[in-house]
């Protein structure tokens, strides 16, 4: 079956300890993202890798990293999470195109206290 | 500036009717990408249509069709013949060029409509 698949689902942590959401896609897609949600904002972009190794900011990069060692995976670092970051979290992938649609992970819900 | 704007945070309707949700774009590139997404109380997205820049018949799927208007920017979803399942949060997303790198694509999403079929 074609999917995103992220982990954890849910999470509540502390202020300063080092987290790390993994995100993997079976589609061999070449264009993955990170997205968080909170009330009021919508979607906002964090990062986004248009291939392996290739990777830019999205709207709000500022607390996060990425890496995209390969195709399949694009895990999202938080080095030091802050209340700040408490969200829900989505990773998808697609193909590259601009009529290409996002297809979406389940969603992590963070809880930073 | 905002990228894409939704104006209506909700929006009520009842069943087996058509109701229209607002989308608004700002963007300088010729070529773009532009998309509906369903949320409902699940938490899953849900895609469910797309329209290009370059296309010039509004795009349908179903009961969902798109009101494209290039010259004023907007993109509304109708929905015609509301069933209760369509109660859910919408949102209207953009996919285009970041920046100086056109091999580079961002996407950007509204702040969404929560939609309300009553029976």
């Known amino acids: 079956e074609a999917q995103v698949t992220q982990n954890p689902r849910y999470l509540i942590t502390v202020t300063g300890k080092k987290l790390t959401v993994t995100c993997s896609q079976n589609m061999n897609h070449e264009y993955m993202s990170w997205y968080r949600q909170d009330p009021g904002l919508g979607l906002r972009q964090i990062y986004y890798s248009m291939n392996v190794e290739v990777t830019d900011k999205g709207d709000v990069p500022e607390g996060y990293k990425v890496s995209r060692k390969e195709k399949r995976n694009f895990p999202l670092i938080l080095e030091s999470p802050s209340p700040n970051q408490t969200s829900l979290y989505f990773c998808?992938?697609?193909?590259?195109?601009?009529?290409?649609?996002?297809?979406f992970g389940d969603g992590t819900r963070l809880s930073i206290l | 500036a905002q990228k894409i704007t939704q104006t209506q945070p909700g929006m009520f309707v009842q069943e087996k009717e058509a109701v229209t949700l607002d989308c608004t774009y700002d963007?300088?590139?010729?070529?773009?990408?532009l998309f509906w997404y369903k949320q409902p109380s699940s938490g899953e997205m849900i895609f469910l249509i797309y329209?290009?820049?370059?296309?010039?018949q509004n795009a349908t799927e179903g009961r969902y069709s798109l009101n494209f208007q290039k010259a004023r920017k907007s993109a509304n979803l109708v929905i015609s013949a509301s069933q209760l399942g369509d109660s859910a949060m919408y949102f209207c997303?953009?996919?285009?060029?970041?920046?100086?790198?056109?091999?580079?694509?961002?996407?950007?999403f509204g702040t969404g409509t929560r939609l309300l079929v009553s029976p």
């Open positions: 963007t300088s590139d010729q070529s773009y990408g």
């Open positions: 997303a953009m996919r285009e060029s970041s920046g100086e790198n056109t091999g580079f694509q961002k996407l950007v």
């Open positions: 329209q290009g820049s370059y296309d010039e």
């Open positions: 998808a992938s697609s193909k590259r195109g601009f009529n290409q649609p996002q297809h």
